[in-house]
Every structure is written in C-alpha cells, then in structure tokens.
C-alpha cells in the first residue's frame, strides 16, 4: 500500500512540472522576447515608456492583487533614518550590449525569470512602475515621490568607477537634476571587477580594476560634484557619507582613505565619514581606518536550508534557505555580540538571485512583508545613530529586481514591502505618537463595568482581524491595550477609532505577552474587576494550526457556546479562578512540566506557596482570569531582567513559566478552573 501510494505521489508531482514549468517557461520567453528588442534611447523615449507601462496595466489582473501605499503621519517628526540602496542598471550601455547582446538591462533577467519549486514566486515582475528606463526622468521622479511617502530618507546609488571610467551613471547625473526636496543620496563605490558574473568573483572580467596609483586623487576629484550637492547626505555638517564596497580590493586601504579625507578637507569640507560595506567576510572598519561598517545582508548571515520542496526544474544547482526564523536568530545574534565599532544595520525585503543565475541562486523562503518588518523594527533599535541621536538604517535594496531585493511595487504584494517600511519609521514619529498614547495611558478612576478585556499587541498585521472580534462580543467591558513600542500610530489610531475610552500601556518587546500582562494589572488596578480576559496577538508559528488555534480562543473567550451569560456566572462565583476553553486546558506533567521547574520554583518561594506538582493550566496563555486571581498575582512584583531575551523560546522561559503558575494559585488557593465547551 504504501510503495502503491510513493509512486502515484511520483507520478503527480512529474505531472505537475510537465504541466507547470514549460508554461511558465514558454511565457516568460514572451516577455523577454517583447522587451529584447533594439532601440535607441532618445527619440523613442515615450514611446518605450508608455509600451511598458500599458503591459504592465493589462497584464496586472491575471498576475495579482495589488495592495494601494498607505498614507501615515509619520513624515514630520520621524527620527529614524532610512537608506535604500540603488541599482542604475535599467538603461542599455555599450558595454553591456557588447558582452549580453543588443537591448540588454536588468529588465532582460527579470522578465526571463520562472519557478523552480512549486511555491517560488518567480517571474517577480513590476507594478506600478512598469518596466522602466532610468534615463526618463519622470521614472526617477516617481521612485523618489514613492520612496519619500514611505518614510525612505534617501537612496544609496550603486557607484561604478575604474580608473577614470565610468558605467551607468546616467541615472545619478539625471537624478542630480531634479527638484528633490528634502530627499537625499549618498553613493557606494562598488569597487569591483565588472564581470559575466554576479557574485562579485573574477572569473570572466568585461572591466577591471586596475587600482592605480593616483587612484584616490582621480577618485576624488570624481566624486566631488556629487559630495557639493545640496541633497547629499552629510552625517553631521560639513561631513559628507561615502560607503566602499569592498575596501579589501584597495592595494593601501589606509594610504588611499588619507588621501580621500586630506581631499575633502581641502575641499572645504570638515571631513568625510568613510564607511566599509561587510562583504565577503569582512567586518571590522578599523584596520583600513574606516569610521563604521555597514551590512550588507544575505552577506554575514547564515540560514538552514529549507527542506521538503517539490522541484519544477531537477538540474536546479542552487540553494534555498528557510528565512522565516530569521529574526529571532538576528535578535538573539545582536543581543549577544559586543562590537567595538559604529555599525549601521541593514535588511532586505527579500532575497532571490535565480533570475541572473537560470537554475542556480540563492533563495529565501518564507520571507515577507511582515518579517520584513519585524527586521526593520529590530535594527532600527540597535543602529549606528548620529550626533543629533537619530539612528540610520539602510535596505538592500530599492530596486535589486534580479536578486528579489525590492522595495518597490510589483504585481503580487503592491505596496506591502513600501507600507513595512512607513510603519516603522512611523513609530519614530515621537511627538505625535507620544501625544496620542499619553491621552489613553492613565488608569480609568472609576469604572462601571464588572468586566475587562485586556489584548496585547505584538503583530500587527492582525490588528484588524483581533479589533473586529473584540468589537462584536456582546459583553459590556472597558477595553485595555497593552502593545510594544513597535506598534505604528496608524495602528494606534484604528484602536482608538474603534474603542474611544481604551486605556493604552506602551511597553518594550519583553517578556512576551505574559510581562505585560503583570505590568497592565498592577498600572491598571485590573484586580477590581470580577473577571478580565486575557488576549494576545498569538501567532505560534512552529504549529501548522497557529491561527485556527488562535481564532478558536478568541471565539471561545468572548462568545462562548453559552453565550455571555457563562461569562456572568464565572465573573458572580465566589470560587472562581479561570475560566478556559476546554480544548485548552493542559495537565501539567512529563515535558510540559520539566522545562518549567526551575522557574516555577522560584514562583513558589517568591509567593511563598508550597511548591504543588499536578495542576492544570490555560496552554497559550489566554482566559478569563477572576478579579480575586489577578490580586494574588499583583502581590509579587517581578522585574523586567528576570525575564529571558527573546530568542524563539518554545519552553523554558520565565513568561512559560508563569503560563502554569497561573493554574498553580487557583489550586493552591481551592478557586475553580471552569472549562468553555468548544463552539
């Protein structure tokens, strides 16, 4: 039975490629053929341009949804920094038709570019930007408008000088000439070899670096109109930021930055801010006298590969990675190295280089918006930041289309990368954010309901779905928020626009959900209550039902299969401690019990409690909890250090811990854990 079962699986997924691949295949020959053709930049230029933005309007309906920019508060008083990298190669050079033949640009891997898995989305093709050429301004002049409504400060342009020569620097000199507000740049020297590669190897060289001698005097004068003008980035006044990509290629690192800095000095600037891109297993700016480094990721960072895919194409040569862990291994990658030296943090929406290397790259799998995010949120906390206190932040990329680095549109996710991005820099937006928290965070004096609902926020992508149940529960309750400093002010806004009388408790992400939930009872005086609910924005990712389960305990929490009125009599009873979803009730024993004992020793000598070994507790750590039982457990105050850094923890932690002390004090205390019929 089960060989008879192997082969018709066999026979189903070699189905499958032959159905799916050379579909894929046969279409994106389609497009690179329309795109491929030869034409002359110039008189044409219209006509280029308005072809490609009507394929991309007729093509969009069958290729995806497309998700609007949207509009935050977060332009005027954001602190935080944020620096995309730039690619210019989406215009022809001589250079490029010479080695890749008449027509080619970035656009000519892109658009050739299929699935090489079932579940890998390729060809990743443009949104609202269509197929562009960066030798139209009015390209140039929409990517800065989008970047700028995201909360993006500037781009980063990709540099290619060698020896006096340079390649695709049309795009900057053009870029240069527009009206750009307050929108800035600075520039990377990509000091490499150009090569028929895209690994920064120097296998097949179509230009190299020769690294002359008078390399640094030639470079600098180069650069100099770029560093005067009124929109590049100076790091503080008089201090223009210059980024190398790989200082290693230089003969005399440190000769070479004398002679760029004694430049600029003579230039009338106070300095220049010199920093070192890490690349290629380099890290430290120190030994090439560097004033910081900057990542540069997927370089520096290492990731499991992602098992069990079904392959469309079986001479696949490359490797995919499982990103979705990626940062809870950074959090706890920042939060234990000690680095000497000034680093400005960086992260990228995605990462997929199969477009330039047909059946080989690297592929990220499980990266998205929401992670994206998530990254941005860490590192904006642990950044370089400047004399005046703003921490800078760069992303890899604005435009990296064939490594799947983008922030820009496409057909699939619309503005979703663009929106992570306005998010973040939206909760650096102090004075406004701060406003609107501070007329929701002092405790209610008084109160008339019997009931509360207390939810913590962490994820905010289901903010939406968490509000909506909370608002169709038939309970009359005050309403409490308890949410990390990372949360926007959008989502904030939404909150109060729902719950105008909400009490808000702003916190760092510490502690999980269970922290909060102490520092919300003691700050908000939650004992008074006959009973409140505890609800947090649960994702469990390590479980295949993470959110059926969470949508369960939401549903069974605040309308259970007994209506309110089995809510009313927990909250009357005498003897009541926790009212739980019976599906969620869990014996404390075995492996469920062994990770938590070290904590829950200490619990029981801080409550001064016997220690009591077979109880049941709430798993997911969501109930009604009785107003005597948030007493009990506001008369220990435990500190914010006692509990564990985040690391992806799925046992062991103090917050685990106090999971099942919960249901430890109703037993100790012979008060009843009623269970809710599942509905």
């Known amino acids: 039975m089960l060989n008879s079962l192997s082969r018709f699986r066999k026979k189903i997924k070699n189905k499958l490629k032959t159905l799916l691949y050379p579909g894929f295949e046969g279409f994106n020959k389609f497009i690179s053929k329309c795109y491929g053709i030869n034409r002359r930049e110039s008189a044409e230029d219209s006509v280029y341009y308005n072809f490609y933005k009507s394929f991309n309007k007729s093509a969009e309906g069958t290729l995806g949804s497309t998700v609007p920019q949207e509009t935050l508060s977060r332009a005027c008083d954001s602190k935080l920094r944020v620096v995309a990298f730039y690619l210019p190669q989406f215009h022809t050079i001589p250079e490029n038709d010479d080695t890749w033949g008449k027509g080619f640009t970035e656009w000519t891997n892109v658009s050739k570019a299929v699935p090489q898995y079932l579940g890998h989305y390729q060809p990743r093709l443009p949104g609202e930007l269509g197929f562009y050429n960066l030798t139209d301004s009015r390209v140039l002049q929409r990517q800065i408008d989008l970047a700028a409504a995201a909360g993006v400060h500037a781009f980063c342009f990709h540099y290619y000088w060698f020896s006096g020569k340079k390649l695709l620097e049309r795009p900057l000199d053009i870029f240069m000439g527009l009206n750009l507000g307050t929108f800035q740049f600075c520039i990377n020297w990509a000091n490499e070899n150009w090569t028929k590669r ?64 004694q430049g600029a000095q003579s230039a009338g600037f106070r300095g220049l801010h010199i920093v070192m ?44 990675y499982d990103a979705a862990n990626i940062v809870t291994k950074l959090r ?19 990462w997929d280089n199969s477009a330039r290397l047909f059946g080989a790259g690297h ?59 306005a998010r973040v820099v939206d909760s650096y937006g102090l004075n406004s954010r701060r406003q609107l928290i501070a007329l929701h965070e002092k405790p209610l004096e008084e109160t008339l309901a019997p009931l509360a609902i207390l939810l913590h926020i962490y994820h905010e992508d289901l903010i939406d779905e968490m509000l909506d149940k909370v608002k169709r529960t038939e309970l009359i309750f005050d309403f409490y928020v308890t949410a990390t400093d990372t949360l926007t002010t959008q989502a904030i806004q939404k909150i ?83 009212l739980v979803p019976e599906f969620n009730l869990m014996k404390a024993e075995g492996k469920i019990l062994a990770g938590s004992v070290i904590h829950l020793k200490a619990l029981f000598a801080a409550y001064k409690l016997k220690p009591h070994w077979d109880f049941y507790f709430p798993a997911g750590t969501m109930f009604w909890a009785s107003g005597r039982l948030l007493s009990k457990v506001n008369e220990i105050h435990i500190g914010e250090d006692q509990f564990e850094i985040e690391a992806g923890q799925l046992d062991g932690t103090l917050a685990h811990a106090y999971e099942r002390f919960f249901g430890v004090i109703c037993h100790k205390m012979d008060w009843k854990i009623v269970g809710i019929k599942k509905l």
């Not at 004033?291 to 290492?302: I, R, T």
């Not at 703003?390 to 992303?395: D, E, V």
């Not at 009388?501 to 939930?517: Q, S, Y």
């Open 198 to 261: 895209w690994d920064g190897k120097a296998e097949e060289v179509i230009i190299k670096q020769e690294n002359r001698t008078n390399d640094a005097e030639l470079f600098f004068q180069d650069i100099l109109p770029v560093l005067r003008h009124p929109n590049y980035i100076q790091i503080e006044p008089g201090v223009p930021l210059l980024l190398i990509y790989r200082p290693e290629n230089i003969p005399d690192p440190i000769k070479f930055t004398e002679k760029l800095r």
């Open 277 to 320: 891109c890490q690349t290629f297993g380099k890290k430290d700016p120190r030994p090439y006298q560097f004033n910081a480094a900057c990542e540069f990721p997927p370089h520096e960072l290492s990731f499991a590969k992602k098992e069990n895919l079904t392959f469309l194409n079986n001479k696949f040569s490359g490797k995919v």
């Open 332 to 350: 706890t990658k920042i939060a234990s190295e000690k680095i000497a030296y000034p680093v400005f943090r960086c992260a990228f929406p995605n």
């Open 363 to 421: 592929i990220m799998h499980g990266m998205s918006p929401s992670v994206f995010q998530d990254w941005l949120f860490l590192i904006s906390r642990n950044t370089y930041q400047d004399t005046t206190g703003c921490p800078w932040i760069f992303i890899n990329a604005w435009n990296e289309w064939g490594e799947g680095a983008y922030l820009e549109p496409d057909r699939k996710l619309g503005f979703e990368n663009l929106n992570a991005v």
């Open 496 to 578: 109060v626009a729902l719950f105008p009388a909400v009490r808000i408790l702003e916190l760092n992400n510490h502690g999980r959900d269970v922290l909060p939930f102490l520092r919300a009872i003691r700050h908000f005086n939650l004992g008074r209550y006959k009973a409140v609910c505890k609800l947090h924005s649960k994702k469990s990712p390590h479980r295949q039902d993470g959110d059926a389960w969470r949508n369960d305990l939401f549903d069974n929490l605040l309308n259970p299969s007994g209506g309110s009125q089995t809510i009313k009599e927990f909250a009357e009873s005498e003897s009541s401690g926790l």
